[in-house]
């Protein structure tokens, strides 16, 4: 600590400007390898996608409304607000922030940029819940349901957070609803692939 408040006063002095000192190493033609048959254009890597993406509720605020948030990520939502849930039959299952329907009650929707094939999410809903797929012209593609309402604590034969996911080409839009009823989302994830 001492060797440290000394350099910056030294280099401070009398408001003098000096350069440290900075040394490089030589570095050789090549080591170990060449490489071979590497295309280094920007087009494989550079523009790759992940095999899925895991949306993290963690960065939003309570009580925000979210919609464009996760554009880069190539998906946007409607009647979606981040919220910590005060009642605990409908616990979090991961972090502490989940999506509910709002401004109305029972669903929440997410467009993608680019069709997906696959969407995944961890629903807890005071009434039977369906996640339902539609292609670019707006037909149903998949669909996939709860048998009924999974509130913690309510002797549901469903536990809380039970996973609702879909696999189908040419995904463009989904929505989880609830009949009217009330709805959590957490850990939502989908892939291109």
């Known amino acids: 600590m001492a060797e ?30 060449p490489l071979q048959d590497v295309d280094f254009s920007p087009s494989e890597l550079a523009n790759a996608t992940p095999a899925c993406i895991h949306l993290d509720l963690e960065e939003l605020d309570c009580f925000e409304v979210v919609d464009q948030q996760f554009q880069e990520h190539g998906v946007e939502f ?17 972090g502490s922030k989940v999506l509910i329907g709002s401004p109305k009650n029972g669903w929440v929707e997410a467009t993608f940029r680019c069709p997906v094939r696959f969407v995944s999410g961890f629903v807890t809903s005071s009434r039977r819940t369906v996640l ?16 009924g309402a999974n509130l913690a604590g309510s002797g549901s034969d469903v536990p809380p957070n039970v996973q609702l996911s879909l696999k189908a080409a040419n995904i463009h839009r989904i929505t989880f609803y609830a009949f009217d009823g009330q709805l959590t989302l957490n850990d939502f994830s989908f892939s291109f692939q």
Not at 13 to 20: K, L, N, S, V, Y
Not at 132 to 146: I, K, L, S, Y
């Open 4 to 33: 440290q408040l000394r350099f910056q006063t030294e280099y401070a002095q009398e408001g003098a400007i000096r350069q440290p000192q900075v040394d490089f190493a030589e570095v050789p033609d090549r080591v170990g390898l």
């Open 132 to 147: 339902a797929a539609f292609d670019a012209n707006n037909q149903p593609v998949a669909q996939a349901e709860t048998p």
């Open 78 to 94: 409607s009647n979606a607000i981040a919220l910590h849930p005060s009642n605990p039959a409908f616990p979090s299952r991961s």
